[in-house]
């Protein structure tokens, strides 16, 4: 038997005795960290496998639906929010559960800013994230919920967990139950899951490394105390060894970290190894791409180089592959996706992030065209087309005891306007032709879409094949138009990879999120362990200053890094006469 036999039936024998130790717990309670590419949907796969009445809950969308498709006829994979929607749609039989994401953020906490006259505004989300469930504002809350007869994401976790704390005898029983991305749950989740255990054996799984959700109340102390060896509720295990990432990955992953701990960061880290996994095909593909590339860039030099080493790679491996594109904000993204358009690049995927800052006028449209009478709906559309003043009375109208529904309160100079754009919106929804095209560009008009802009899009995307070829145009260009390349943030990254990922505007400027750029934070670390992991191949880091190096780029041990920099223009001189 030759060593690289060897070594890959001792990798194969290692990986499965983590397995089996999760598969043999004798444990109803059980708890798994597992880094990036070590297995988890595997092990989902193997604890769910002939078991009738299961449940996989997670709360990011990307990740519920990859798992719905691994674990299709497996199991039930839900939403927090959505299992709790179908929990109570059961529990109180008759009532229809109409759910708007951001009901608490953007329409009742301004509601309440007109009706209670604070000197703050009220943060809901946070009120139920953190299970404050004696804050005096619960039943302004529940009132204005109850008037536009619509959840929030977050309201209706609250409602589930405090129907079951009410009714402990209503408390679902599952086969088995399997959470995912533990490490990013709040303690309302958290309360959730504790209930959930009380009727259902339960495997936990997460990474307190890949935590990025602070900002929605999460904390990593909820997966650390029950991994802890203090904590004799849950059986602790790990998942040690990545089959996703090539080698130099996982070394500069294990780099990051140690330099981390060795400055105090990551202090309360779960102790857990993060190892390559030995493998034929995989030594094959991390031996021709033993470095992570490094190029310091202008801002401008980031979508032409992304084509550069692109074509390279096709060059090199004549096949199809996968491109990730990972920008620190949505308008870096929006930025770089136009760029590579213009390139002549036909499958880029690149969709703004959906919590926009404000509400627009099309997302109280979009409710009316499934329920004209929508109260909340109209809400919106007035808070969009009346003054200031004339939506603050409104407002106060619908607070009065016995209030009428928002489309009774309103003018009829007003629904008018309205209907028409709803009568329009239809057509172009159906497919139908519109007789008066001025209408449809009024519309664009008034939920601020650049009509002209999409249509100049359009025909570009028309004559392209009718372009005369350039002399800059490089023959194999044809060969990477179609490559798929999707675009995103660090945190619209999680649950994703591709074969060959590029790090864009990896800067101090961009990547450390203290003022001074002077202190590091934890969540800092994770989002560059984050963006860093989702590569199976090979890594690009483009940085947009060409000045200073990251700091992140200092803490990875320099025989895993690759610099590149552009070639230097020479300076035309003038020709003598």
Known sequence: MTADKVKYEIADSERKKYVDAILNSPSNKNIVVAGPGTGKTHLFKMILEGKKDTLTLSFINALVEDLSLELCGISDVNTLHGFARSILSKAIKDKEFK????????????????????DKEIDFDGIFHNRDDNNEHIEFYKNRKDYYNHHGFSDIVFAAVKYFEKYPDKIPNFEQVVVDEFQDFNELEVSLIDILVKQSPILLAGDDDQALYGWKGASTKHIRQRHSEDNSDYAPFKLPYCSRCTRVIVDATNDIINRAKEQGHLSNRINKPFRYFDHKDKDKVSDGNSQIVYRPLQASQIPPYIEIDILKIA??????????????????????????????????SFKEKEDAEELTLLDGLKLLLKEPSCNLGWRIVAEKMLKDKEFEALIKQTSEEGAKRVFDLIGEGLKREVKQMLQTLRAVRDGDKIEDESKLADLFESVDIDA????????????????????????????????????????????LDADYVFITFFDDQYFVEDKDKTKISDQDICKFLVALTRARKKAFLYSSDVNKKPVFLEWIDKKHICTQKPPIAKKKTAKKK
């Open 99 to 118: 759910i708007f994401p951001n009901l608490g953020k953007k329409v009742i906490k301004k509601d309440a800013k007109i009706l209670l006259d604070l």
């Open 315 to 348: 060059k090199q491996v004549r096949d199809k592959f996968s491109v990730l594109i990972i920008c620190p904000y949505n308008i870096h993204c929006e930025t770089v996706a136009n760029a590579l358009k213009k390139k002549g690049f036909v499958n880029v």
């Open 452 to 495: 002209s802009g999409m249509a100049r899009e359009y025909l570009e995307d028309e004559i392209k094949s009718c372009q005369p070829p350039s002399k800059t145009v490089i023959p194999a260009d044809r060969a990477i138009r179609k490559i798929p390349i999707t675009i995103t943030t660090t945190q619209g990254s999680k649950g």
